[in-house]
């Protein structure tokens, strides 16, 4: 994730670089580190993936789906661009997001026309459960189904949180740009939407990997997270 220095997450906030910064230098960090990280696909939530996708929905004829198993396309050797889209709402009209193969984490409820419409753009699915949110459920789905073990999260701060609280979070990975963004209420990476008492990351604890500066004054953190000492 790339976030300014108080922990706000949309770059289109952020204060300008100062005088002598790159803006465009700032923002290929966030491809170039990638890599390092060593995994084979991203994920995202559905309302980020929309936002990358913009496809439009249409009626497909159902080809007989009766029953709710996980499709695979041709991926070929491409990475993952996952959506956790429990409800079958973001519309791809192809097989892959940014050049890697799109694949979908549904609800079993999604209606037999909405996997219809998949399996005509050559996008791979899998189910997580009845409602689509069993987190872990879609994890072991995606490592049995396509044998990738490292996933990216890539936000928004909903599917973030999510995950934090599902405690499916092995490290994070955090490039902060020299930015400020100062409104209250703005999105923050994490936002786990329970009660008050709720504590997303409770029983985990991070332990400092590395520290880099980066061209332009970014500073990129890594933490892995582990079990919280009792």
Known sequence: MVTSIDGRLHPSRFTVPVAGVDKDRLRRHYDEVSPRLGARGWMCGRVTMQEISKGKGRTVTSPGITSREAFVGDRGDRDLAVAI???GKVHYGQDHLHGDHAVAVLSEGVSD?????????????????????DLAKAMD????????????L???AGINGAFLKAG???????????????LAGVQSIFEYRGG?????????????????????GMVWLRYRVEQAPT
């Open 85 to 87: 889209d429990p409800n």
């Open 113 to 133: 026309t909405y996997l219809a419409e998949l399996l005509e753009d050559g996008v791979s699915y899998v189910f997580a459960g009845p409602d689509g949110r």
């Open 141 to 152: 789905a995606l490592g049995e189904t396509f044998g990738v073990e490292t996933l990216l």
């Open 154 to 156: 890539e936000g928004g």
């Open 168 to 182: 499916l979070i092995d490290e994070i990975s955090v490039l902060i740009q020299p930015a400020v963004d100062g």
């Open 196 to 216: 008050p008492d709720e504590r997303p990351g409770a029983g985990q604890a991070l332990r400092h990997m590395s520290t880099e500066t980066l061209e332009g």
